[in-house]
Structures are given as structure tokens and as C-alpha cells.
């Protein structure tokens, strides 16, 4: 009876111990939600492009809407200022049986392309956001078929397009109403390639990735604002290392960084990041003289994920086979973002991601020893795309963690963080993750958007912090209520405002329901 009694008491005091613990300490930093914007839209019936402008801190969204009965779809430009307030209504006059392809803007100006029944034919709308005209144009190319990016340049548009199994660039000069497919551009499928457009320094560059399979090397070339050829490089390393992906940092060209991903003999997955200094030049045979490379073991942070017990046996490992001069092999596959230049040097944001294959129920691991997908035909940009074909296509993709690391202009690696994503999956390959500086220069917000919760963490150079900061998106009415998200996106603004986008269901508190496209800011 007496251990009965004392058993009740123990049960008593777990329950009054659990009933009574402390909620969650509240992070230091939470987004202000200060303004939303809603267009009365349906998924069923409308699609939305969404548009940030930094340089004067608007919106503008490309909204494509059903006919009510019968006709041909309206299409119409809609800019909102940094309060997300309405301002000008422009309606795009594109012509029956044209689709919406790609958009892109360039200063104030806004760009969007549009492919007709002949895939050849392209149509383009200019929007000038701040005096309003809009300019549209038609171009029979005859060749060109898949559009995979959209870059502004100079008033001029490089577009990424397949002709005849090749990957080349095709330049629309909307000045002239002149086309041309760029002569230094001409790559056998699959291809894989990094195509970035600096307004600064008036020129595009193009980081080609080259392969046999065993060994792979970057090719760089250098365009100016009319596409013509100005210089062209290679950039590989010895021994057994193959330079996968990179990004060239934007901005003055007195500073060129080149950072990316590197293998080991196996051009399908990454060892870790290189990162190089081109403004040192080369040796008399040829060898770059900043050529630095970081193994993922070296960082501080990419393995947070694992639990330590695992993290110190894969440690062990691969100390044993550095002593027998061997070298322990990664099996993971990096998305890597656009450079972001910081007082110190530059930012590189990497996200590993896993591709999942039809008939088969399981995310492929990085070390499992599945096929990669091949050419990825869904129309994202081509440095996503992989140098093999295979048998078996791929049903998505998940990603799991980001990794960010921070190097001087010299290539240096100056310190590394990680975000850990919850189960974060796309049928398409694409950007999850985004970042936006603090207004302190030194700290750093990264976030993704998952339903109607925006996950974010603050990146405090290489400092540990949490992993699991949420937060609602909000309406004006904190009566109201949301549900079915869809669609939803994070984009980044400007300063240190991020831009959530999406469709909802909004229900207030008296009255019906209402479906509506909205555009929300979270600025730190």
C-alpha cells in the first residue's frame, strides 16, 4: 500500500511538473508585419508574378485572370509603393494564344516575356514603373525553343533558350527590335551553366561548367551590354579536384571572387566550396595562384544536423583515411544563390538539397548511391540542370539545411553558419531559403516560407542560435482568420525587408470568406 501511495505521488508531481513547465523563451528579434496587401484572386481562375524593385523599394505584380465566360485571358501590370499601397494599373495587350513565360526587371523597369502556339515566336511587354508606358514587341526567331532564364541588361534582354539541342543565349535588342543568338554561347545538352547581368560594371558573365565525367573545370566568359565576347578563361584545379558550380561576386570589377563547389573525381556531388581570387593571376604553367578550397569537414557548422555520436564516427573515418592518404567523399548536392557583397567581403548562401525518383517512396540521403536526375526541363534557370541523363526522372526535391559562409575579397573564409528547414519539398528545383541584412551591418535575418509561418534564424557570423524561430503572417484584422495557403513564396525587398507572396483564404470574424493573393512584409 505504501509504494502504491508512493507511486500516486510520483504521478502527481510529474503531472503537476509537466502541467506547470515554462513555455518557450520568446526570441530576442521578431519581424514587424507592418504592411499587407490583398487582390481579390482565386488559384482556379488567375496566376501571379511578383516583382520586387529595390531600387525605388516597390512591387509590381504581372496578374494573369480568366475570362469570365468566354474570351481570351487579361493580363495587366499592378505597382504597389514600400507601403504596399496601389498606385498604377497598366493592361498588357498580349496577343490570343500567348503564354506567360518569364519576368525580370532591371532599375524601374520591368520585363516579361511571353512564348505563342509557334514556341519560336516571342512577345515582350516593357513597363516603364515610373512614367507608366508600357512597350511590347514581337520577335519570330524561327529556332529558338524552352526558355530557361530571363536577365535585363542596358535596356536589352539575354535570353536563355534551347535551339536545336544546345543551350545558347538569345539577345533581345529592344531598342532596334533587333535579335540575335550570341556566336559565344552554343552548348550541347544537358548543359550547365551560370548566366549574371551586372548593371554596375555594364556586363554579363557567363560561368560555363565543363566535364568528361571524371574531371570537371569552369569556363568564364565575359560579354558586353550588346553580347559581344570581350574575354574568355578557364579556371580548373590539380590533382584529383573538379570545379563543379560557382558565382562571381558582383559589382566592381577591381574585386573578383569566384566561389563555388568542388569534387573529388565524381562530378555528380560536392566535397566542399573553393573560392578564388581572379585578380591574382596565374603561374607560368597555368595553375591559379588564389586557389583555396574547404572541405565540408572544416566548416563549423554544416553538420549540425547530424547528432554528435554520428558526426564524431564520420570524423574518426575520415582520419583513418587521411592517414592511409586517402580522403573521405561527401555525397551531397548544393544550390547555390547569387554572391551578396558585405563590408567585409561577400556572402555565399548554399542549399543542399535531395532529388526524389519515381516508383520509389524515399528521399535519396548523401550517402546513398542513387542516379541524379538529368536536364531539367521545367524551365529553371540552367545551372540547376546536371550532367547526366538517366532512366529514372525525378518526382522533386527536398531541401534540408542552408549553409552561408562569409570570405573576404581575397577568398578567405572568414566563418560559416548553418539553417536547418523542416522538410521543406518542391517538384521543382528552386531557391528556398532567403537572407536580409540588419540594419546594423553585421547581423544577418534567413528565412523560408512554409504555409502561412515564416521561419527564420539570425545569423550572428559564426555564433550559435536557434534554429526553430516562427512566426504567423498576419492581416490588418487580428480577428481574422487564414487558411489554405498556397503557392506561398518568399522573395527578398529591400533593406531588411523580406516579401512574403501567396494565395489564402481569409475568414473574418462576421461576414463571409474571401479568397485573395496576398503580399505581406516582415521587415527586422
Known amino acids: 500500500m505504501k509504494y502504491l501511495y508512493l507511486f500516486f505521488c510520483f504521478l502527481a508531481s510529474g503531472v503537476g511538473g509537466y502541467a506547470q513547465k515554462s513555455p518557450a523563451a520568446k526570441p530576442p528579434f521578431e519581424p514587424q508585419q507592418t504592411y499587407r496587401a490583398e487582390l481579390e484572386l482565386a488559384t482556379h481562375n488567375s496566376d501571379v508574378q511578383v516583382q520586387p524593385i529595390a531600387e525605388d523599394s516597390s512591387v509590381v505584380v504581372l496578374v494573369e485572370r480568366d475570362p469570365r465566360i468566354a474570351g481570351k485571358p487579361e493580363f495587366f501590370f499592378q505597382k504597389f509603393n514600400h507601403a504596399l499601397q496601389p498606385q498604377s494599373k497598366v493592361d498588357i495587350p498580349v496577343p490570343r494564344g500567348y503564354d506567360f513565360q518569364r519576368i525580370c526587371a532591371e532599375g524601374t523597369d520591368v520585363y516579361a516575356v511571353f512564348s505563342g502556339l509557334d514556341p519560336a515566336t516571342l512577345w515582350v511587354a516593357a513597363y516603364d514603373t515610373r512614367t507608366g508606358e508600357l512597350g511590347t514587341g514581337e520577335f519570330k526567331t524561327k ?82 551590354e550588346g553580347g559581344r565576347l570581350i574575354r574568355s578563361e578557364f579556371v580548373q584545379a590539380g590533382s584529383e579536384r573538379g570545379l563543379l558550380d560557382a558565382q562571381l561576386s558582383p559589382g566592381d570589377s577591381a574585386a573578383r571572387l569566384l566561389a563555388g563547389t568542388y569534387t573529388l573525381r565524381d562530378s555528380r556531388y560536392s566535397q566542399g566550396l573553393f573560392a578564388s581570387d581572379l585578380t591574382a593571376g596565374v603561374t607560368p604553367t597555368g595553375q591559379r595562384r588564389s586557389l583555396r578550397f574547404y572541405d565540408f569537414l572544416n566548416f563549423k557548422h554544416f553538420f549540425d544536423f547530424m547528432k554528435p555520436a554520428r558526426l564524431a564516427r564520420m570524423r574518426q573515418r575520415s582520419a583513418r583515411l587521411k592517414a592511409s592518404d586517402r580522403q573521405y567523399r561527401h555525397r551531397f548536392q548544393l544550390l547555390m544563390h547569387d554572391m551578396l557583397p558585405t563590408p567585409e567581403g561577400f556572402v555565399l548562401v548554399s542549399e543542399v538539397y535531395y532529388p526524389r525518383y519515381a516508383n520509389s517512396t524515399n528521399w535519396t540521403s548523401p550517402y546513398s548511391y542513387g ?144 479568397d485573395v493573393f496576398f503580399l505581406n512584409t516582415l521587415e527586422f
Not at 529558338?144 to 538569345?170: C, M
Request: proline residues 5%.
Open 143 to 224: 529556332r529558338a525553343r524552352g526558355i530557361q532564364e530571363l536577365k535585363a541588361l542596358d535596356g536589352n534582354l539575354f535570353v536563355t533558350v534551347e535551339v536545336d539541342q544546345h543551350l545558347t543565349i538569345l539577345l533581345l535588342d529592344l531598342h532596334t527590335a533587333q535579335f540575335q543568338f550570341l556566336p559565344s554561347v552554343f552548348e550541347p545538352l544537358p548543359a550547365r551553366f551560370t548566366f549574371l547581368a551586372d548593371s554596375v560594371t555594364k556586363r554579363a558573365e557567363l560561368i560555363l561548367s565543363e566535364s568528361n565525367g571524371f574531371k570537371s573545370r569552369l569556363q568564364l566568359k565575359q560579354l558586353d
Open 371 to 514: 542516379l541524379l536526375p538529368g536536364y531539367n526541363g521545367f524551365g529553371y534557370p540552367s545551372r540547376y540542370n546536371n550532367f547526366y541523363n538517366t532512366r529514372r526522372g525525378s518526382e522533386g526535391f527536398r531541401t534540408t539545411h542552408a549553409l552561408i559562409c562569409g570570405f573576404d575579397r581575397q577568398g578567405n573564409l572568414l566563418w560559416d553558419n548553418s539553417f536547418l528547414l523542416k522538410e521543406v519539398d518542391h517538384f521543382q528545383l528552386q531557391e528556398t531559403v532567403r537572407i536580409r541584412p540588419f540594419r546594423d551591418g553585421q547581423r544577418m535575418a534567413m528565412a523560408y516560407l512554409k504555409d502561412e509561418d515564416f521561419h527564420y534564424k539570425i545569423v550572428d557570423r559564426a555564433a550559435d542560435t536557434p534554429n526553430d524561430w516562427e512566426v504567423k503572417l498576419k492581416t490588418p484584422n487580428p480577428t481574422d482568420k487564414t487558411s489554405e495557403t498556397t503557392q506561398e513564396h518568399l522573395m527578398e525587398w529591400y533593406g531588411s525587408r523580406f516579401l512574403a507572396v501567396g494565395y489564402q483564404h481569409v475568414r473574418p470574424e462576421k461576414g463571409p470568406g474571401r
